[in-house]
């Protein structure tokens, strides 16, 4: 089971860009994928993205594809999400996880993932 940190979150205006990092410890190389979350207030928390370690497969929510990139430096242990074109709906507190059962048929949901992140704050203004 890895340990997970995000940063990166902050306030930003309607069409800028934030960058998220999630760097995980521990035992990497058990986690299948790592996956974006994002919940906001008396909202469930939904997928946002998601990466395969070993081939670097991404996969992204309709709502972000084109304007977000999940990427990874394996040697870091590290993920990330660029944000760009960010919209006000695009507020929210963003997880960082880690899927560790095999698959890819479930990377959309959030039960599928066993180590979280505490999460940041992403906030963009109208």
């Known amino acids: 089971q890895v340990q997970l940190v995000e940063s990166g979150g902050g306030l930003v205006q309607a069409g800028g860009s934030l960058r998220l990092s999630c760097a995980a410890s521990?035992?990497?190389?058990?986690?299948?994928?790592m996956g974006w979350f994002r919940q906001a207030p008396g909202k469930e928390r939904e997928f946002v993205a998601a990466?395969?370690?070993?081939?670097?497969?991404?996969f992204y929510a309709d709502s972000v594809k084109g304007r977000f990139t999940i990427s990874r430096d394996n040697a870091k242990n590290t993920v990330y999400l660029q944000m760009n074109s960010l919209k006000p709906e695009d507020t929210a507190l963003y997880y960082c996880?880690?899927?560790?059962?095999?698959?890819?048929?479930?990377?959309?949901?959030?039960?599928?993932?066993?180590?979280w992140g505490q999460g940041t704050q992403v906030t963009v203004s109208s």
């Open positions: 996880a880690s899927k560790t059962t095999y698959g890819s048929t479930f990377l959309r949901r959030s039960n599928e993932y066993a180590a």
């Open positions: 521990g035992p990497t190389f058990s986690s299948y994928a």
């Open positions: 990466i395969r370690w070993s081939l670097g497969d991404t």
